[in-house]
T-cell receptor, first 111, second 115 residues
């Protein structure tokens, strides 16, 4: 099946710093989602971005489908950005679209 | 409010016991999914269903069973055959179709522990 690799596994920042998280995947996809998992375990949708670039406030994401990677940018980080960031991809199958998750990037933002 | 409701938030299982986790959605989504998350890891797919009365195994279906009798409900049973059930379980749903049909939305999860 498709492989998803995220880097770095851990990232520690000072408040106000910028960061880039990377997601590499091993096959063509028709779905790529970025999630933030908060301390209570809730998965929050950040972006649906199988290709192209999107921005939402301090967050932006770019997916280069032909080169099989996606980047999540966090600017002017805040302590509330702490948590685990997951990339998940899907390949359309006859029985539906199943997400395969990476192992995540644990982000800690210190005040 | 529209959304996905999982219950209970915390569940304890005794040895040899089957337990059922509830997942209900009022988003009118056709597809529903169950994932398992172990500490420090990503999510893995247990079962999924595209339509009522139909479901498929995911990557780690052994020791689990599901049913899809209603569009809004997709309960997961953790059977006694699952020898390591302690984990965080997440339910998701997706609206099928070309317009916005690829985005999965998640419930708040159920934490299952073995007594």
């Amino acid at each position: 099946g498709i492989q998803v690799e995220q880097s770095p596994p851990d990232l520690i920042l000072q408040e106000g710093a910028n960061s880039t998280l990377r997601c590499n995947f091993s096959d063509s996809v028709n779905n790529l989602q970025w999630f933030h998992q908060n301390p209570w375990g809730q998965l929050i949708n950040l972006f649906y971005i199988p290709s192209g670039t999107k921005q939402n406030g301090r967050l932006s994401a770019t997916t280069v489908a032909t080169e099989r990677y996606s980047l999540l940018y966090i600017s002017s980080s805040q302590t509330t950005d702490s948590g685990v960031y997951f990339c998940a991809v899907a390949v359309q199958e006859t029985s539906g679209s199943r997400l395969t998750f990476g192992e995540g990037t644990q982000l800690t933002v210190n005040p | 409010d529209g959304g996905i409701t999982q219950s209970p938030k915390y569940l304890f299982r005794k040895e040899g016991q089957n337990v059922t986790l509830s997942c209900e959605q009022n988003l009118n989504h056709d597809a529903m999914y169950w994932y398992r998350q172990d500490p420090g890891q990503g999510l893995r797919l247990i079962y999924y269903s595209q339509i009522v009365n139909d479901f498929q195994k995911g990557d780690i279906a052994e020791g689990y069973s599901v049913s899809r009798e209603k569009k809004e409900s997709f309960p997961l049973t953790v059977t006694s055959a699952q020898k390591n059930p302690t984990a965080f379980y997440l339910c998701a749903s997706r609206r099928t179709g070309a317009r916005g049909g690829n985005i999965q939305y998640f419930g708040a999860g159920t934490r299952l522990s073995v007594l």
